[in-house]
């Protein structure tokens, strides 16, 4: 079952190949964890050794308890943190599920470990086994889930702060959810760059897609070098704006809520770390003591578990804040919409298909006219 998780007022990257290096910015993160890591551990000690805990925020350490506080007109800036999890209802595999997992099943592929399909080397070498991938997996084929559209409630409802996304499938924009309100960690198929850094040219979904669903591989217009979509692989970086916005969006979050990831793949992980000072009790906040989670012990005053699938999570937390129908209407229609379009897409190319083989009869005709009327000419 995937996890659905909760976490007031503060509280992956798929795990990297061993043997891949990893980018200085990364490293640099690491050693933030690994400080985290020691703060947290050192704020655990205080607890339980001086009974030191922060504000209790919530009534009590439940679902019910953060429909209350997000009623209670004080939850103002809530984030939401997801990964793969959000999307398998959709018919789109996680990456480690022992049987149905995307690792467990490119097989047909001939990489030399799973994790090749996606690294940046191997990839500027043998760019068709990804490309092979992102024909079956390729934004457009599938539709958003009752967790994306809670997310797009959020939105609607002025509370979503920001939604940090590992995922790559494009759904929260499909959702509804717009450029400034999501952070793509790892990336997205939504823009595609040349990998030469002397060109770098950008070209859209759209011509990426053709690329892809034509067979070829994308090649640069402008230096026929290969063209990437905007995911982030093994061996790169990830986007700037993950780095530049989560130090402005965390320590003004309410409310974190964590969906379809569990949490073991950094940098993404470390997000949880970073609102440390709200909630905090304030001697632990003279001394930069705060931050991570804590369910289980005694001490423990803001973090709730609710173990479900995405989708059922989200459905229980809105029906007790008295959205649930709300967002199934939303679902219901959004989904009959996409429908609409797929349909009508359907028509339109069979349309197309069907005028130029009229058109090629045509054609076909006037030439054998042409040959007859030159036949009689001739015997005449």
Known sequence: MDLFRIFPEASNREEVEENTPEPESHIFIRIIICLFRTVDFLRNLFSKTLGISGEKVLDELTLEGVASYIQSGKCKNIICMVGAGISTSAGIPDFRSPD???????????????????????????????????????????????????????????????????????????AGLEGEDLIEAHGTFYTSHCVSFMCRKEYDLDWMKEKIFSDDIPKCDKCSNLVKPDIVF??????????????????????????????????????????????????????????????????????????STCDDGCLALAELLGWK????????????????????????????????????????????????????????
């Open 325 to 380: 129908a709300e967002l199934e209407e939303m679902v219901k229609r959004e989904h009959e919409k996409i429908n609409s379009k797929a349909e009508e897409e359907r028509t339109n190319q069979s349309s197309g298909a069907a005028g130029k083989a009229e058109s090629g009869k045509a054609e076909s005709g006037k030439a054998e006219s042409g040959k007859a009327e030159s036949g009689e000419a001739e015997v005449e």
């Open 100 to 174: 149905t997992g995307l690792y467990a099943n490119l097989q047909k592929y001939n990489l030399p470990y799973p994790e090749a399909i996606f690294q940046i080397d191997y990839f500027k070498k043998h760019p068709e086994p990804f490309f092979a991938l992102a024909r079956e997996l390729y934004p457009g084929q599938f539709k958003p889930t009752v967790c994306h559209y809670f997310i797009k409630l959020l939105k609607d409802k002025g509370l979503l702060k920001r939604c940090y996304s590992q995922n790559i499938d494009t759904l929260e924009r499909v």
């Open 234 to 307: 093994f061996g790169e970086n990830l986007p700037k704006r993950f780095f530049t916005s989560m130090a402005m969006d965390f320590p003004r979050c309410d409310l974190l809520i964590i969906m379809g990831t569990s949490l073991q793949v950094q940098p993404f992980a470390a997000l949880t770390f970073l609102p440390l000072s709200t909630s905090a009790d304030p001697l632990l906040g003279i001394i930069s003591i705060g931050g991570g989670m804590d369910f289980d012990s005694a001490k423990a005053y803001r973090d709730v578990a609710h173990i």
